[in-house]
């Protein structure tokens, strides 16, 4: 058998030559004095090589031990030769799987499943807060503590809840690694007790009547566009999602001459699943009070002719941004009392309430329906001309409630505007 000093003393020769120790472990030495370890052996029947590296990087103990351990592969029935290329492979693989190419492929198979939105807000998210300490490194290489380091700035900013949001996209974008190989475990899954609890959110939402007038008389006698009172004022008026009034659409206005008029909303504009945004028969119909519909008028005549109701003063034909009615509640010191989308929940409250005393216990699943909730258990469509009568009842209560001491709309045209 070899010692280590007679592997250190060997030159090389004329011609290579070997060392040989036992069991088929031999040093090879080149005639440059390039020695590297070798192990022959059979399988299959037939005689092969495997190398295990140069002397001195590999000692003699080394070599041994790497030996034993390629000799019971062999006798489990594997090729030493293609296990060792197998784990080479992988670990190949691993190194080029970095978090980012990982986290992309995650994007692109989730992406149709998401509204355009959401997948902004996705990328963006991963974008800005994810790969700039994540993105290069190996997925295989990423601890509990470094995905921390990405969490905590998210929560020392404040926003708990998105750190919960990123957390868990990390910890699917790690479900994708293990299952195909190149990860073994999910460092996310235990940052999530690291982190802050976060807030159930409150709707901020004014509960009466009164109250809701006051709103509306508060922020309406805020300096502003004309345009952005109106978008409030048909938001509490219809309480129909923001985004809907701020992309409202001229055409999507019907019947305003007449005895029933109406506002047919595209389902690309609703919150729903990507596949019935697609889908005509999910369009909402939304029955329009006299109040509601004397607002659009006015809009109309002030927007113009651009393709969008509610325009951005600075770029017609943009919307105005949701932070434009936002801005005017804080304004008006509504924040952390009532924001523009709580309208929504001001209406369900009053309504239902009004229901409830006056026995009217069918009202209920009409004023779900009214804020366009798709019930459960049922067939999961809408009935557009569903108990519109009843509905258009509904909406003139709430207007005629709403409307009482506030100022008529073509006022808003005139009152204080920002500088």
Not at 296 to 321: E, K, N, Q, Y
Request: proline letters at 6%; charged letters at 25%; one cysteine or more.
């Amino acid at each position: 058998m070899l010692t280590d000093v007679a592997c250190r003393r060997a030159k090389g020769a004329d011609k290579p030559f070997k060392m040989s120790d036992s069991g088929g472990l031999y040093l090879e030495v080149l005639p440059s004095g390039y020695k590297s370890w070798r192990w022959k052996y059979r399988f299959a029947g037939k005689e092969k090589r495997l190398v295990f590296g140069p002397y001195p990087d590999v000692t003699l103990t080394e070599a041994r031990e790497l030996k034993a351990n390629a000799a019971r592969t062999l006798r489990s029935g594997v090729d030493p030769a293609v296990d060792k290329r197998q784990r080479s492979a992988a670990q190949s693989a691993k190194a080029a799987s970095t978090f980012q190419v990982v986290a992309l492929e995650w994007y692109d198979s989730q992406e149709a499943t998401w509204s355009p939105r959401y997948a902004s807000i996705v990328k963006r998210s991963l974008e800005q807060d994810v790969f700039p300490r994540l993105g290069k490194l190996p997925i295989e290489a990423i601890t509990t503590p470094l995905v921390l380091e990405v969490l905590r700035p998210i929560e020392e900013r404040g926003a708990v809840e998105t750190a919960h949001r990123v957390r868990q996209r990390i910890s699917e974008i790690f479900a994708r690694a293990i299952g195909s190989g190149i990860a073994s475990a999910d460092p996310a899954a235990v940052a999530r007790s690291a982190l802050g609890k976060a807030k159930k959110s409150k709707s901020c939402a004014v509960r009466t009547v009164p109250a809701a007038r006051k709103v509306l008389q508060q922020v309406e006698a805020q300096p502003a566009h004309p345009l952005t009172k109106l978008a409030s004022r048909l938001l509490a008026l219809t309480v129909v999602r923001s985004s809907v009034v701020r992309l409202a659409e001229p055409a999507e206005f019907e019947g305003l001459d007449g005895d029933s008029p109406i506002w047919r909303i595209p389902p690309a504009k609703l919150k729903l699943a990507v596949d019935r945004k697609e889908d005509a028969a999910f369009e909402f119909i939304v029955p329009l009070s006299r109040q509601a519909v004397q607002v659009v008028r006015l809009a109309m005549d002030l927007a113009g002719r651009g393709p969008l109701i509610f325009r951005s003063v600075r770029h017609p034909r943009r919307a105005i941004s949701d932070s434009t009615v936002s801005k005017l509640y804080r304004e008006a010191g509504f924040s952390g009392v009532h924001v523009p989308h709580g309208w929504r929940s001001t209406f369900s409250t009053v309504m239902n309430e009004r229901a409830l005393h006056e026995g009217r216990a069918g009202d209920r699943a009409i004023i779900d329906l009214m804020l366009a909730h798709v019930p459960s258990g049922v067939e999961a469509a809408y009935n557009r001309a569903a108990y519109m009568p009843r509905r258009r009842e509904l909406a003139q209560e709430w207007a005629d409630l709403l409307s009482e001491g506030l100022v008529d709309p073509a006022a808003l045209l005139n009152g204080p505007r920002q500088s």
